[in-house]
């Protein structure tokens, strides 16, 4: 029988990320997995990760914490880079404490956007760099957030290391440039028959010039093949093993990326563009240019690789001899070892709650009723999840919508504060609810809340009947369909989220409420994703879809994340009391890595989005 491997989770980025923490993360999760059977935790607005190999199990953050049971025991290793990225991540390990690897030379950015989608925010950040930096903290602060000054230079003066120290057990990640990412074992070496004679193959890691200097080399006549990488690939070290030559040129990279590991073990001519951990490189082992942008110097660095040149064979033999001098192989074994051997407390991190669907009976007389077109429409108030007004009118054309005040209860109130992180009374206005709330009878402890519908009703003008969704009133009928006897369902419903967000600018908190699709949208700036809700009336299942090409989003909800393009649509499932949750996040269209906030408005005003009923109930 098979001995069962011990377990690790590792939560992190991965492809089509095109960070170096996505590139650390990949990278450990294929070094481990040797001895070790892995569970990549990854974030549940990611974009759906590229294939990995038998060993590594992928799991989302929304499956870990409804079956934290499964996995309560086993070792866990966190990958913090200076991103919003990362702070899916930093928030599960405040929950879970444990080793963390940071992928990046400071985490400054990270924390600030943990600050920033925390409350207290501004205060809260200027406290930090105050207690951290003295009197000189409430200034910094002040130009990095009041006056929105982007600098390098303040950044790196910033303490951003001990935000971390309450929550892990080990930073299995020196921050001396000298220590070098770990790497998995290399592939078995490649038939050299079954190269093709004279091919020159160029592996490039990052942005840069590469192609325009391949192009330029082509032109002369050499035979240049070349393959852009981001470093974040489960078969990177399948692809540098069979370059000739590897350049690693995004000067992003503050500490040395995974490629360079594999470079180094696999004796490869590297070419580097003056990032700052090349100083703790030997000369002999990498060819310098001075920036990412110098095309003719690359040229020249890979031209003199090419044919029958000493350099190439001279460059591999330094590059073994340093990799074999530091030992990085010896010393990540020592570390892999400590730190499967901590004992951690198990996983105890906070459920999801999804309340279960009860069936209901048939529509009852007064709902029949109104299902009826009228001459004169009634007023009635409406309580609960109410759907929107689109819908309404579909369903009960007997209703006069304009003259129907609607009610919410406090558990409903509840979670609409809480999804939008907003206070109570403000939410429920914004959606056109009434200032007073409903509660089941004998639940409620507020005294101007009144536990039945009689109550208010003596209290309005109109509206002597009432309909609620998703709760029980005492003296209102409760809406168990919204399907007409013997009718079509709804129609689908089309919204255009840019008609609204496009009339504020991006550096400004936004959100906004389209009353007849009943959406509610914020524009979240720190993580990059616009949330949307809508109060669907009762539980279900709906599809999104785009109409646009040239345009991808990744959506996810409560139960599942979808890459969302022209061909093709996203599931959407309801939480509980008929709320319908779910965020977009831009991806470029061909390689599905994330955008920046400005660059998702861009895409919005492209599209139109269709959200078709499918099921309820």
Known sequence: MTKKLPALLIFGATAPSRSNAAAMTTQLALFFKETVSVTLVISDHAAPPPAFPAGIHICRERELRADQKTYSASARLYVLGDSYESLWAFRLLQEAPGPVFIADKGLHKLLKASFETSDGWPKNYTDYLQ????????????????????????????????????????????????????????????????????RFLVAAVGDGITEQAAETLQKLGKDISLVLLTGAEPELAKTLDAADAICILDKTYQTPPPALSLALKSAKAIITAGQPWTRALPPGCHLPIKTQEAQHELVAALGSLLGESPVKPWLETQTQDFWATIKAEKKWAEIATTLLAQKLAPLSLVAPTQEPYVPQPQATEMCRDLLQTTDTPQPIALIGSVPPQNLLQQVFPGINLATSPRFATPQLAKLLATKTRTDQSIILARLGFESILIAPEGTSDNPKTSSNWLAVKEDLKSADRALCFECDIKGATRVHSLLPEGGDKPNSTAFDLISVVHENPVHQATDGFIEETGLYWQLNQTEHKLECLIISGLSGTYSLSLDTEDTAFVVSDVAQTSLLEKNNSAVLTTTGHGILYFALTASHPVNFYPLPCDLMLQKLAKCTFNLEWLTHG
């Open 131 to 198: 207690a951290s930096l003295g009197a000189g903290g409430e200034a910094i602060a002040n130009a990095l957030t009041g006056q929105r000054r982007h600098s390098a230079v303040i950044e790196t003066e910033i303490t951003s290391y001990d935000a971390i120290t309450n929550y892990a057990s080990m930073v299995a990640w020196p921050t001396d440039s000298i220590t070098l990412p770990p790497v998995c074992k290399l592939p078995e070496k490649t038939d050299p028959t079954n190269i093709e004679d004279n």
